[in-house]
């Protein structure tokens, strides 16, 4: 065998790393990190220009570069395009994939694609003390950052009185994404429309339904659609339950979604790269609405599809950024469905109780499939989760992955493991 391939990857974790590590692929690759997980995420602030200048420097002590992908939301997803760029790689162009993650001109893009398939929306400036009377329409709507993840700073608006109230929450802490996001738009010569900088929050009217997540990718303008995974809800909170996969809508329904899938993306322009796509399928008006697109795969749903295909979609991302077509996914896992479970907690107050190792070792040896990752400490205040940017109305306490043979079987392995980590907040006042 020759040289191994330096494949780059920015965000590199231990978890993603074994992701990696277990590919057929991994015989002649060799993961290193661009980025750090520790260096992009939980961290006070980043700079794009410095996060460069690292990549840079790791390449060069490497010595060469065969490949760079990335699993991460920004900005992880726009700095796979700059290096691809500027070492000659496989990957998307930084405009389409700037489209994707620039939340209000990709509601453009996908206007001009599927007009029937998305909610009004209207972009606003979140210091202008007139932003909630120029919206076009009243609440209820969502406000969201034009750039986010896992939900950080979007709120359902309930009122005028709300809105205002958020308004200084999401005035505080909007610099965090919106500064390094304005440093891409202003250096890399964005079209004018992406680069309207004072808009920083944009308001969209409710869709509701049953939600899920197409995963695919496109390898030479061919775009190709391999998993669907439903995302269920708390019931009565907007936070995700579960992730479920395969999902469980109508094939008829899975189609067409794949199809409003693919005008999007030929819209947007990108190329050979992985994404992921959410929808809601609202079965009483028989109508799909396009919730939002990110130009990269879910690692979220790595294990479900180990436990379904024997292996993750890693392959697909890292067979792309090799200039390689990707195989098709085999059904030679353990389970015929499976979960990525989010065990939340839906007030404030402070960890009382963790499982200690013994306990998690007897559930290992119960349940041998489970992918388990504790995220509090005991004594630990759950506002503190919040700097992780956590969704608006709920703190994840663990992450669980598990399969079986139906849902029936799911569910009763997931509510006998909660009920054994029995996970314990004392409530705060106010």
Not at 59 to 83: M, N, Q, R, T, W
Not at 156 to 171: G, N, Q, Y
Not at 182 to 205: C, Q, V
Not at 247 to 267: C, G, N, T, W
């Amino acid at each position: 065998m020759g040289r191994k391939k330096n494949v780059f990857v920015i965000g590199l974790d231990e978890f993603n790393l074994k992701k990696l590590e277990r590919l057929p692929e991994s015989a002649e690759c060799r993961f290193l990190p661009a980025v750090k997980f520790s260096e992009i995420r939980g961290v006070e602030d980043f700079s794009i220009p410095e996060l460069l200048e690292l990549i840079n420097k790791r390449v060069d002590e490497a010595g060469h570069i065969d490949a760079v992908v990335s699993y991460f939301d920004f900005p992880g997803s726009v700095l796979v395009p700059i290096i691809a760029e500027k070492y000659d790689l496989p990957g998307p162009s930084l405009k389409s994939v700037m489209r994707c993650e620039h939340k209000y001109c990709s509601r453009k893009a996908q206007y001009k694609a599927i007009p029937d398939n998305i909610p009004a929306f209207e972009a606003f400036d979140p210091f202008d003390d007139n932003a909630y009377e120029n919206i076009g329409f009243r609440p209820p709507f969502w406000i969201k950052p034009i750039k986010s993840y896992h939900s950080y700073l979007a709120y359902l608006i309930r009122s005028k009185e709300h809105f205002k109230k958020c308004m200084k929450e999401v005035c505080r802490h909007i610099d965090y994404m919106s500064e390094p996001f304005s440093y891409i738009i202003k250096t890399y010569d964005m079209p004018e429309h992406i680069g309207e900088d004072r808009n920083r929050m944009f308001a969209e009217t409710p869709i509701t339904g049953h939600q899920c997540t197409l995963e695919g990718y496109v390898y030479d303008n061919e775009v190709v659609i391999y998993g669907v995974i439903d995302s269920i809800t708390e019931e009565k909170y907007p936070s995700f339950a579960r992730y479920q996969y395969p999902s469980s809508h109508p094939y008829e329904v899975q189609y067409r979604m794949s199809d409003l899938a693919r005008r999007v993306i030929k819209q947007i322009g990108l190329n050979n790269a992985a994404f992921n796509i959410e929808f809601f399928y609202n079965e009483n008006e028989n109508k799909i609405y396009l919730l939002e697109i990110n130009p990269r795969m879910s690692q979220s749903h790595a294990t479900m599809f180990e436990h379904i295909h024997g292996i993750s979609h890693h392959e697909i991302m890292l067979n792309l950024a090799l200039a390689r077509r990707p195989a098709p996914l085999e059904y030679e896992g353990e389970f015929q469905i499976a979960a990525h479970f989010m065990h939340r907690a839906f007030n404030r107050g402070v960890v009382k109780n963790v499982p200690d190792d013994k306990t998690i070792q007897a559930l290992r040896k119960q349940y041998p499939d489970m992918a388990l990752s504790i995220n509090v400490r005991e004594g630990q205040d759950l506002k503190d989760l919040e700097e992780h940017h956590t969704d608006s109305y709920s703190f994840v306490l663990a992450n669980l992955d598990i399969g079986a043979d139906n849902e029936k079987e799911l569910l009763k392995k997931y509510n006998d493991i909660a009920k054994k980590l029995n996970i314990q907040i004392q409530p705060k006042r106010g």
